[in-house]
């Protein structure tokens, strides 16, 4: 295979990688023009719009477990966006930017999926880069999605409901990539259930404590950081005994944040 061709088969990939962000950012976009009553709805077919647009974006590599692991990320994200969308200020720059950044997650989400599923078996400089960014991106999408739940005040069994709904994707994703194995192995379902199951306990306790909607999400999107990054050590066996003293006390100094930042009136 030639180089020329190699070039331009990646060309055609990351055109499709682009012209998805137009797509979906032109779907973003629309939703401004849903009524109220049916906002909710025209995220859910949003999100349904994105998986299938990102399916196909990723559709040269892609495999049946990916569908299952690697797709549903960019499509949260895109949800994640579509509920923010509605709690933006109605000045055309806040639109302009959420827009753009938008546009920017979509394409990054798309390009870190192609890496690991270009990754597959083997190993390239890439993927160490892949792990981060995606990281990143997994930790906004969860930013998102709680900030939106937690605005809405509902009963405190919906919140927990809806954070194991929408992060349990997301953390079998960040967990499952560590490794790239052909099916989803035990022992990776297993810590998934586990942080959910944290993470939903975490909620369901804010959802009674008088914090502020951003101050509640950024504590979830903290302790959902420490919880990947964890089970990634454990999972690849590198969880030493230094590495699990800076968790802990990384969790101690957001854990006194949280703290000390208690509103008393």
Known sequence: ???????????????????SAIILSFGLLGLQYVSLELRYFAVAALGLVSYGVCSWALSEDLQRIELLLLVPVPALFTTAVGLFYFLLPSDILSKIVLLSIFGIGVYAN????????VAKGRTIQLLHAAHAIGLFLTLITSLLITNTIFSLNLPFYVVGGLVAVS????????????????????????????????????AIVLSFLPYSVWYTSLFLMSALYLGI???????????????LVEYTLVFIFVAGLFIANFPLK
Not at 4 to 15: A, G, S, V
Not at 172 to 181: D, K, N, R
């Open 1 to 19: 295979m030639s180089k020329k061709f190699i070039l331009r088969h990646n060309m055609r990939r990351r055109e499709k990688f682009v012209l």
């Open 110 to 117: 798309l390009l870190t999926a192609n890496i690991y599923s």
């Open 167 to 202: 992060h349990f994707p997301l953390v079998l994703s960040a967990l499952w990539v560590v490794q790239l194995t052909k099916k989803i192995e035990r022992n990776i379902v297993q810590s998934s259930f586990l942080l959910v199951f944290l993470l939903v306990q975490f």
């Open 229 to 243: 990054s964890v089970l990634r050590n454990y999972l690849i066996e590198r969880l030493f005994s230094r590495a």
